[in-house]
């Protein structure tokens, strides 16, 4: 039996819960039959040592956590206390300060349980303390829903480890390919910005996507796995929310398209997030909407190119599980004992 906790219960919680009862059988197949035994999101959920069943679950996705006839005031000490194997997080945090996801992770590791997560700004600021506390105790950490969500990029770069990447670009936010094709299209910055929260791509508030924060966030995981050691506080990042409209429109006259380029230099540490004029026809170019790409340039001259969907909480929820399997090959490798 694998004991989880839900940790967050928006978007991307219902998506994987809906995931995970669809793909119980998988984990049953392993012997490693899942037991929910806890769901809880901000204000409460629910807690049952005996397992949460697959009809409550879906009761709980459709009508609402807080609508639970068994709902409590509970928080994550109460989850804790049934000693969850693994926790599925999907809470979003501070850029800031990563709260209160870092606090939730240190929590759930210290009592050695594994640890998924989506939010990739607690990694982004404290990658290495969480990596190695992760070892320290014995539990897993998986994030690979962290960068470009619906397309597993962060397995890519965990294959490169032992190759010699010189230089990393890429688009990694969609809301800001979607705002500039408005602009270039003849909507102003702030029309275009006003349509993209309209139809809900992007937040009401803008500024961690257009800003390039959460670009940042991205190529500092990248950054991180690839060995270096930086924080997202070290980042260079540039909003394109001061761009000028012409600017932006005529671009395309002259061959280029603006785009919210994140560059991460290995050989100097540098990591930067900033609009760039690129080629129309080039990779980074002919990414829109919910696409991103990533162009990983190596020490031998050859490049990678990774072009994928990001979103929606669906591709991250079964990327999630993704991390879920991973786990569990883990577990059934090491005779069950990856628990510290
Ligand atoms: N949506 C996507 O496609 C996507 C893709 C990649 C990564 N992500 C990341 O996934 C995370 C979740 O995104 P989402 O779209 O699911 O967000 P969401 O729909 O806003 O849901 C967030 C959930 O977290 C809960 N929560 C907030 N603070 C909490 C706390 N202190 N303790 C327990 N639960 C708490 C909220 O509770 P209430 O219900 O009470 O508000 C809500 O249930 C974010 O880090 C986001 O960046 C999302």
Same mark, same amino acid.
């Not at 012997?31 to 899942?34: D, F, N, R, S």
């Not at 929260?197 to 500024?207: G, Q, V, Y």
């Not at 999630?320 to 991390?323: A, E, N, P, Q, V």
């Given at each position: 039996m694998l004991k989880i906790a839900l940790v967050g219960f928006g978007n991307v919680g219902k998506s994987f819960t809906?995931?995970?009862i669809n793909r119980a059988a998988e984990l049953t197949r392993l012997?490693?039959?899942?037991c929910v035994v806890g769901v809880i999101a901000s204000r409460g959920g629910l807690i049952n040592d005996k397992c949460i069943s697959s009809r409550m679950?879906?009761?709980?996705?459709?009508?609402?956590?807080?609508?639970?006839?068994?709902?409590r005031v509970i928080d994550l000490m109460d989850l804790i206390k049934l000693k969850p194997d693994i926790a599925v997080v999907s809470i979003p945090p501070s850029y800031r300060t990563g709260e209160p996801n870092l606090t939730i992770y240190r929590l759930l590791m210290s009592e050695g349980t594994s640890v998924i997560t989506a939010d990739k700004t607690g990694l982004a600021l404290a990658y290495w303390e969480l990596i190695n506390e992760s070892k320290a105790r014995g539990v897993f950490l998986g994030f690979t829903a962290t960068v470009m969500a619906g397309t597993p990029v962060i397995q890519l770069i965990k294959g490169l480890r032992g190759r010699v990447v010189e230089n990393i670009q890429g688009v990694l936010n969609a809301t800001s390919n979607y705002v500039l094709t408005l602009v270039e299209n003849g909507l102003t910055m702030s029309e275009a910005i006003k349509r993209a929260?309209?139809?809900?791509?992007?937040?009401?508030?803008?500024?961690i996507d257009l800003g390039g924060l959460d670009a940042a966030a991205k190529a500092t995981i990248?950054?991180?796995v690839l060995g270096l050691n930086v924080s997202l506080r070290n980042v260079n990042v540039q909003s394109l929310m001061n761009l000028n409209d012409d600017y932006v429109k005529e671009s395309t006259r002259r061959? /280029?398209?603006i785009k919210q380029v994140a560059s991460i230099d290995l050989p100097n540490r540098v990591i930067s997030v900033k609009p760039m004029e690129v080629? /129309?026809?080039? /990779?980074?170019?002919?990414?829109?909407g919910n696409y991103n790409a990533l162009i990983i340039r190596l020490n031998d001259g050859r490049e990678i190119t990774v072009i994928g969907p990001t979103g929606p909480a669906e591709a991250t929820a079964e990327v999630?599980?993704?991390?879920l399997l991973e786990y569990t090959d883990l577990l059934l490798t090491m005779g069950k004992r990856i628990k510290g």
């Open positions: 809906k995931v995970l012997g490693l039959e899942p679950l879906m009761e709980l996705v459709n009508k609402g956590l807080y609508n639970a006839f068994n709902f929260i309209e139809d809900k791509i992007a937040e009401p508030d803008p500024s990248l950054a991180n061959g /280029v398209r080629p /129309v026809n080039s /990779v980074l170019g002919s990414i829109t999630m599980f993704s991390d």
